[in-house]
């Protein structure tokens, strides 16, 4: 059984508890939609399995953990940005000082979730999470499609 991060973009206002939630600083966006007056694009990680992004670090500074979490290790990780050209939610992002960015699901409570009281943010258990993953483009289609192979 694994869980999923589901976004529901229709019930974000944008008041950003969720982004000050965050215990990464950084690891979730709240991104206005300019051609959609009132609404919001949320930016997460939704821990892919497979996942794009540990497919294509060379430097293995991504890893998926035992509760289905795809984290970083700041240590391991260059900051070669391969894991953002793949990733297909934009959800690893280059902080200022040059380091990567991603959420890590707070060890499986995401406190981004229990912040968001309109509903906009989902995490719970699914039975077919591969499966649903499956549905989306593959790496090697990723990569193709953003010219990296």
């Known amino acids: 059984m694994e869980y999923l991060l589901h976004v529901l973009t229709e019930k974000c206002t944008g008041c950003m ?21 009132e609404r919001w694009d949320i930016v997460v990680c939704r821990h892919c399995n497979p996942a794009p992004c540990v497919e294509v670090c060379e ?3 991504l890893s998926i953990s035992e509760n289905g979490a795809v984290t970083l290790n700041q240590e391991l990780c260059t900051s070669c940005k391969a894991c953002t050209a ?3 939610f934009g959800a690893v992002f280059l902080r ?24 906009a ?6 039975e ?7 549905e989306k483009p593959s790496v090697v289609e990723l990569l ?3 010219g990296l192979r």
């Open 17 to 37: 508890d969720c982004v000050e939630a965050c215990p990464i600083g950084d690891g979730i966006r709240v991104i206005p939609l300019p051609a959609l007056p």
């Open 96 to 119: 200022l000082d040059g380091t990567m960015a991603k959420c890590d699901l707070c060890s499986g409570s995401p406190r981004c979730v229990a912040a968001c009281e309109e509903g």
């Open 121 to 126: 943010l989902v995490y719970e258990r699914v």
């Open 86 to 88: 793949v990733c297909p």
């Open 144 to 146: 193709e499609f953003k």
């Open 128 to 134: 077919r999470k591969r499966a649903l993953m499956r």
């Open 59 to 61: 430097f293995r500074a």
